[in-house]
């Protein structure tokens, strides 16, 4: 499409780099029993998202304005290690698109020394999880202050361990959509589930979630009333 700075791309999961707000709600509806009131009990929520990723599910009744709300969270879910404990793993195997090799080491590069000699790739992250950087990765900080994508520990030909660890288990944060749909990365399929209330004759049911360069997709809606009186 095209727009007053040119030419555009629609994709990704913000606005021209700025985050938005999704809102999705229901008609109103009955379940089949217009003279009966529903008091509603439960609510199931089947969702595809980045991991972490915060949304609300709303119920009203009888057209009010007035709604439940509920504040749910996508489940955390951890890439480990870029692969550490296959032989000959890579950094860039796992769908990081923005990981680039390097030829030395800097405070950006995680070290992969499966190789000779070793690879060095520049990852896009920060030591701090928020809406955007919002992945765990998990790494290991040496004491020359460069990161690796696994522990130095030496086996021998025994499985006895010969030099202990000395680097530090860390965790980074990168982005979500910086993985490609291949591996998904850190994109989620989870069902939340979450005690209702309210009553009425009809009810609708809201989403709403700020996104910020993560994918969020309502799959299925479950819910689970029980019958009151008759109207």
Do not use: C, W
Not at 142 to 169: C, L, M, S, W
């Amino acid at each position: 499409m095209t727009h007053n700075d040119g030419l555009a791309r629609y994709f990704g999961y913000s606005d021209n780099g700025s985050n938005y707000r999704m809102t999705y709600f229901t008609n109103y509806f009955d379940l089949g029993a217009p003279a009966q009131t529903k008091i509603l009990k439960r609510l199931s929520i089947t969702v595809i998202g980045a991991t972490g990723q915060d949304f609300v599910v709303k119920s009203g009744f009888d057209y009010s304005d007035v709604y439940n709300s509920y504040a749910l969270s996508v489940r955390q879910g951890t890439i480990y290690e870029y692969g550490a404990n296959a032989p000959s793993a890579t950094i860039g195997k796992y769908g990081l698109t923005t990981t680039t090799p390097s030829v030395s080491q800097t405070a950006t590069t995680i070290t992969n020394e499966d190789t000779t000699p070793d690879e060095h790739y520049t990852v896009d992250f920060q030591l701090t999880q928020d809406a955007v950087y919002n992945v765990p990765l998990i790494v290991y900080l040496d004491a020359d202050g460069y990161y690796y994508h696994q522990n130095n520990t030496v086996f021998d030909e025994y499985g006895i361990v010969t030099t202990p660890g000395t680097r530090t288990k860390t965790t980074l944060y990168v982005k979500a959509v910086d993985f490609t749909s291949e591996y998904s990365g850190g994109t989620l399929v989870d069902t939340i589930r979450v005690a209702g209330s309210g009553s009425g004759s009809v009810m609708q049911l809201g989403f709403e979630a700020e996104l910020n360069g993560g994918q969020l997709s309502i799959q299925k809606m479950d819910i689970y009333v029980k019958q009151g009186r008759i109207l």
